[in-house]
């Protein structure tokens, strides 16, 4: 049963990750004045599959020069990852009982970094290669404010279990108390999964996609899930930590849409950043901040411990 549920899990992600693409599709079409897709199927409903079936019976590029094997392994490796994030689900009888459960999220998030060193290294390609370089500054740099947040979370609960997000947020939701972090995650979750304004690894004007130039077929699709499959994670961490984390009613689900719809959003309204400015503003202003709270956090539960 627990093998059966992980796979109907997965199952179900895959095919969430299909129409979320034709929710984008449609959403940046209605915010520039314009029908988003509605040829295919009712109101363009199957668009993903008819995607689908043309990115996989595409012919796949061979490379003369380049490491073939690292080049046809990173995009399987992405989706691996991606998909192994998923293991945390909050199920009432999970796959893995996870009582690390933050700590295994850090280690999978980091793994990507490597999917977009190596994919973009192994193709020979210089746009590849300068997509990459920057997708790496970009994910680490932001990783750390991320990661500096989920410990300030850490010290409040006093626990590494997601589950225990439900228990904690059962009469009270954490945005209430952390809204300047929930600010400050959700940015940085937006430049942890390369979406707009901060998609300087597929900076299209400037790189032709970036690191994934060389890709096609059934190798960009891998890529392309992998990174729509941590929106929707990003979407579910953040609801767990800040809004309720009731994750056995509907509204719970809703406020996970509302914030997939944010991603969209956000890509249809706001401009690029400049590169410096980007990563002038994790280090001078996200990780100051970031810090600063982390110190308050501890100096105020050491306080609390010693006058109990």
């Known amino acids: 049963m627990f093998t059966l549920n992980f796979l109907i899990l997965m199952l179900c992600i895959l095919i969430s990750v299909a129409f979320y693409v034709v929710l984008e599709r449609k959403i940046l079409g209605y915010i520039q004045i314009r029908k988003g897709p509605f040829k295919v199927g009712y109101l363009g409903i199957l668009q993903p599959f008819s995607d689908a079936i043309k990115l996989f019976t595409k012919e796949s590029f061979f490379l003369y020069f380049g490491n073939i094997m690292i080049y046809y392994f990173m995009p399987f490796f992405m989706l691996f990852v991606s998909l192994n ?38 193709s020979n390609s ?90 096609s077929s059934f190798n960009f ?47 249809g309204s706001l401009p690029r950043y400049r590169y410096d400015k980007l990563m002038y503003m994790c280090w001078k202003i996200y990780l100051p901040s970031s810090l600063n709270f982390l110190m308050f956090m501890f100096i105020l539960i050491l306080f609390i411990n010693f006058t109990i």
Do not use: H
């Open 126 to 215: 210089i746009y590849s290669m300068i997509g990459s370089i920057r997708g790496i500054a970009q994910s680490i740099s932001y990783e750390v404010c991320l990661f500096l947040i989920m410990f300030i979370l850490i010290l409040s609960f006093d626990s590494f279990n997601l589950n225990n997000f439900f228990f904690l947020q059962f009469s009270n939701w954490f945005i209430l108390m952390y809204f300047f972090l929930f600010l400050l995650m959700f940015s940085c979750m937006m430049a942890e999964t390369n979406r707009s304004p901060y998609d300087f690894a597929e900076g299209e004007s400037e790189l032709v996609s970036g690191f994934n130039v060389e890709y």
């Open 221 to 267: 699709s891998y890529i392309f899930l992998a990174e729509y499959m941590n929106m929707i994670f990003m979407s579910l961490i953040l609801s767990l930590f800040f809004l309720g984390g009731n994750f056995y009613e509907l509204i719970f689900f809703l406020k996970l849409m509302i914030l997939s719809i944010v991603f969209i959003w956000v890509r």
């Open 85 to 122: 994030m998923w293991c945390l689900y909050p199920l009432m009888f999970n796959f893995i009982s996870f009582s690390l459960g933050i700590l295994f999220f850090i280690c999978m998030s980091s793994f990507l970094v490597f999917g977009i060193l190596l994919s973009g290294w192994s």
